[in-house]
């Protein structure tokens, strides 16, 4: 499958240069953990679009509510620390900035989600750590967002 990926990849974009370009901006994650299933299951792959680090007074699509996203974790004193695990997380986006903050997240403080954060929750939530536990994240920490399920 992901041969025929780069093939299809390589004759949409061109020649060669292309694909250095597209691997620049496409990269695929392998899924640990049970936090999001039913919807990714644990060894399941995905195509994931990264996400650059946005530019003030630039507009970039970051990320939808419901999109499925692709965080990087923090280590002590750069904010909230994920625990554990890989240097990734994949959690689905609940609520982006100006979103009202979600019924049972009222100890937040917020009413709407503030510019700059979102909070995050696995598909699955008793086996998920999630802003249930960390609270609202940054939305620096957003390093891609999945496209798709590559082994569907």
Known sequence: ???????????????????????????VVEVHGESMEPGLWSGDRVLVRRVRPRRPGLFVRRVRRGDIVVISRVGPGE??????GT???IKRAAAVAGDPIPPGFEALGETRVPPGRLLVLGDNPSRSTDSRQWGLLPESRITGVVLRRLNA
């Open 1 to 27: 499958m992901t041969a025929v990926l780069l093939v299809l990849l390589a004759s949409a974009l061109g020649a060669g240069g292309g694909v250095v370009a597209a691997g620049r901006t496409l990269r």
């Open 79 to 84: 904010g909230v620390a994920l625990d554990g």
């Open 87 to 89: 240097n990734l997380v």
